[in-house]
């Protein structure tokens, strides 16, 4: 009896990779974009984890960098919305 070759793990280039943390940072969540991908949500999760620059040492300097991050994802968001409402109110009603 002949066994059947083993399936090979899919390989993923930098381009994929990098669509993929971007289609994971404007999606509602992680998930969703591994789902829309087709991909494990663990494989997009260790992909975030590794994209990410350490944190330094200092305790304080730490939460610092982690406040800022919050900061500066949250004022992303905040932006998206701007840009989707400004695209809703330059359309001007014809009558």
């Known amino acids: ?42 494989r997009l999760y260790a992909w975030q984890k590794s994209a990410q620059q350490p944190l330094p040492a200092d305790p304080a300097e730490a939460a610092e960098v982690r406040a800022l991050r919050q900061a500066n994802k949250r004022l992303a968001q905040e932006l998206e919305i701007l840009k989707k409402a400004i695209a809703i109110f330059s359309t001007t009603p014809t009558l």
């Open 1 to 42: 009896m002949e066994k059947a070759p083993p399936t090979k793990r899919p390989r993923y280039d930098a381009t994929f990779r990098a669509e993929a943390l971007r289609l994971a940072s404007e999606s509602r969540s992680t998930l969703a974009a591994a789902r829309a991908l087709n991909i494990d949500p663990k």
